[in-house]
């Protein structure tokens, strides 16, 4: 089998590209590097071909040699982390949108079946939870901020990988909630645990956004990446979407106090926690459904917050 895996040297694509690997895959990564790093990929270095491209562009894709034996396309390319979806709202419409058309037609021309990794973000600030299939989304008014750039880019992909599917193509979405562990960027255009992690240990100091009362469910970088590949596994998935969660539900508050514990535990260091100002746009709880995860691919997360935290914590000592 022949996988290509765009984002594939970023924080879930990395593992996945492991994980394929280890399953006897040939695997294609492309990747501008932009966020994710080739040390990802360590591991696996001499097994896989590498392009460094955009997969903006439809000539990055003429890089792939003997295009037609990829059985499988994986899109993670993206950009994501908060603190860019404010600040550079055209530059991630524009990666998200066209590097998920692009990377739909190389699937069409080359006969791939083709799974989307879309976000429960695409859903907006909905307050339907748990989050199902057919959810309406909610964004507020373009005007008032930038967050949505990412949660709408992710719900013109979905929106793109059905018209697909209507036109023949075997495509899948996967909806990931709230990753962590290793690799995961930690600086201030990362992701909640990582970041929470980081700035406990250099500057001694928990950020909690808001009152911290907002609710996230923490999923496991192995338990995602168990669960993409299965997605790109099982047959009969056409049009189908599942979503990757956990469904142990802990408030950012309660995060910063664990993580707190942990530091001092691990290190003997003092963090205090200090509020901050909320993050526009931001739910208030995303809780996943998982329906279809546990009737289509058999899929739980399994690995306890608390042991992955540790986990995660000791990665960056
Ligand atoms: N991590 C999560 O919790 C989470 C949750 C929901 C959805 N997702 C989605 O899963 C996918 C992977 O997320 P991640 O956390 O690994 O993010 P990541 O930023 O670590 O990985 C994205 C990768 O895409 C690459 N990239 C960016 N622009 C590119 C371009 N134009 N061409 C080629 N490569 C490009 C980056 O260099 C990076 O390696 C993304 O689509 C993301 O939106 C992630």
């Known amino acids: 089998m022949r996988a290509l895996v765009t984002g594939g040297a970023g924080f879930l694509g990395s593992g996945l590209v492991e994980s394929l690997v280890r399953e006897g895959y040939e695997v294609v990564v492309m990747d501008t590097c932009w966020r994710g790093r080739k040390e990802n990929l360590r591991s696996v270095a001499d097994k896989i071909s590498f392009i460094e491209a955009d997969a ?17 396309v994986f899109h993670l390319c993206a950009i994501n982390g908060t603190k860019w979806f404010h600040e550079e709202a055209r530059m991630v419409m524009d990666v998200n949108v066209n590097s998920t058309l692009r990377s739909i037609e190389f699937a069409e021309e080359n006969n791939c079946r083709y799974v989307f990794t879309s976000s429960p973000e695409a859903f907006g600030e909905s307050d339907r939870m748990p ?9 507020s008014a373009p005007s008032q901020h930038q967050r949505h750039a990412y949660g709408a880019s992710k719900y013109l992909g979905e929106l793109a990988v059905h018209h697909a599917v209507r036109n023949g193509l075997d495509a899948r979405i996967v909806r990931p909630f709230n990753g962590y562990g290793p690799r995961l960027l930690g600086d201030a255009y990362g ?18 956004h808001g009152d911290g009362s907002q609710t996230r469910c923490l999923t496991h970088v192995d338990d995602l990446v168990r669960g993409i590949h299965a997605a790109g596994r099982v047959n009969g998935l056409s049009g189908c979407t599942v979503n990757l969660g956990s469904v142990d539900e802990i408030s950012m508050l309660a ?14 260091k003092s963090a205090r926690i200090q509020f901050t100002e909320a993050n526009l746009g931001d739910s208030k709880r995303r809780l996943p459904h998982l329906l279809n995860a546990q009737q289509l691919l058999g899929w739980n ?15 960056m000592l």
């Not at 903006?56 to 499988?72: A, G, K, L, N, Q």
């Not at 299939?133 to 909610?138: A, T």
């Open 56 to 72: 903006c562009m439809p000539s990055s894709y003429d890089r792939i040699e003997r295009p037609s034996t990829i059985d499988v």
């Open 131 to 139: 989050l199902g299939d057919v959810e309406p989304s909610v964004f």
């Open 191 to 208: 992701q909640v645990v990582n970041m929470m992690m980081k700035s406990a240990l250099e500057d001694g100091v928990v950020l909690v």
């Open 255 to 268: 995060l910063a106090q664990r993580i707190e514990a942990l530091v001092k535990q691990e290190t003997g």
């Open 301 to 315: 997360a399994d690995i306890p917050l608390d042991d992955g935290l540790l986990q995660t914590l000791r990665s």
